[in-house]
């Protein structure tokens, strides 16, 4: 297989797609950042291309994306979005279709942690642990997955989804990948740092292990 080396970003600007931007360039990956407002990417770096585009439109996608050996996206409409659901759910119909239309085989997403399973048959989703004001967000990642991506024969894909508690920390670069299940520590909290999400990601597109199929990381 072809060592990956020219990948596009999207979402580049926002928590995870930061973190993950940071991590591929320290990893001299080339990477296209696609983002709504380029001014709030800060770095200057050679492999870095910064590029403005309406993720919702195809054409734009499709244009974005051509020439990539992979596509990462971390697009999020907001988490304040009042149409967060529908938005979610219909602008990654539209980036699945752009990567297609482009050519492009890899694609690896962020995904949520709603749809790890916290016992057998629950999910956290459905768990009624999930704050209200995010809920709409945390369903509609986790049934793009369930109902969409999971079905999705065309292309590579793999659904990255974090620990239910991911915020900033440091680098361990010591943690667990599983599949399904949610990945809790001896006193049964789910966390993770994003530095150390981002590694974790950079090192699936780096070296592949997962293959159409969703896994997760924890401490």
């Avoid at 907001?78 to 990567?99: A, C, F, Q, R, S």
């Avoid at 890899?106 to 642990?129: K, T, W």
Wanted: aromatic letters at 8%; one cysteine or more; hydrophobic letters at 45%.
């Amino acid at each position: 297989m072809e060592k990956v080396k020219k990948i596009v970003l999207i979402g580049a600007s926002g928590f995870v797609g930061s973190a993950l931007l940071n991590e591929a360039l320290n990893r001299g990956f080339e990477v296209t950042a696609v983002v709504r407002h380029p001014e709030k990417i800060k770095i200057e770096n050679e492999n870095l291309k910064v590029v403005k585009a309406d993720v919702s439109a195809l054409d734009e996608v499709a244009a974005v994306c051509k020439g990539a050996d992979a596509v990462i996206s971390a697009f999020n409409p907001g988490w304040n979005n009042p149409d967060i659901y529908d938005e979610t759910i219909k602008v990654y119909l539209t980036i699945i279709d752009g990567v297609k239309k482009a050519g492009v085989n890899r694609f690896l997403m962020v995904g949520g942690a709603g749809s790890l399973f916290i016992a057998p048959g629950l999910r956290l989703m459905d768990s009624g642990e999930v704050p209200e004001n995010i809920l709409p967000g945390v369903k509609a990642l986790g049934e793009f997955y369930l109902n969409f991506l999971k079905k999705e024969k065309e292309i590579d894909w793999v659904f990255f989804s974090p620990a239910a508690d991911m915020r900033p920390g440091v680098r361990t670069g010591r943690y667990r990948l599983g599949k399904d299940d949610m990945i809790v520590d001896i006193v049964g909290n789910s966390h993770i740092s994003v530095e150390d999400y981002a590694a974790a990601m950079i090192d699936e597109l780096e070296y592949p292990k997962h293959h159409q199929e969703r896994f997760t990381i924890g401490y």
